[in-house]
């Protein structure tokens, strides 16, 4: 099994920043795809930022511009730095990777996701 563990979230006043981080841990050979998807109330939830393992990114065009997407290979980490936050960005922001490992001896592939952690942006 493989467990996501995301912290950062918080209060923030519109125009200022907040430093999400994710680390995973449990029976990893590799990790493919990481990403940081958010859900506001009554709202479905959508993909804000993916990095590939070779590092590629791609991001929603509402953020493109301020938020930046990482990850720390070694530390089995990914991070999403905000910058400029609108209220429009205040939601439930939640990791998600695609890992390679294994489950009582036999190879897996699986998509996991962490608890999620909010971001509330003061106007």
């Known amino acids: 099994q493989v467990q996501l563990v995301e912290s950062g979230g918080g209060l923030v006043q519109a125009g200022g920043s907040l430093r999400l981080s994710c680390a995973a841990s449990?029976?990893?050979?590799?990790?493919?795809?990481m990403a940081w998807y958010r859900q506001a109330p009554g709202k479905q939830r959508e993909l804000v930022a993916a990095?590939?393992?070779?590092?590629?990114?791609d991001y929603a065009d509402s953020v493109k511009g301020r938020f930046t997407i990482s990850r720390e290979n070694a530390k089995s980490t990914v991070y999403l730095q905000m910058n400029s936050l609108e209220p429009e960005d205040a939601a439930v922001y939640y990791c998600?990777?695609?890992?390679?490992?294994?489950?009582?001896?036999?190879?897996?592939?699986?998509?996991?996701w962490g608890q999620g952690t909010q971001v509330s942006v003061s106007s």
């Open positions: 449990g029976s990893i050979i590799r990790i493919n795809a």
């Open positions: 990095i590939a393992s070779g590092g590629s990114t």
């Open positions: 998600n990777a695609d890992v390679s490992g294994y489950d009582r001896l036999t190879y897996t592939r699986r998509n996991y």
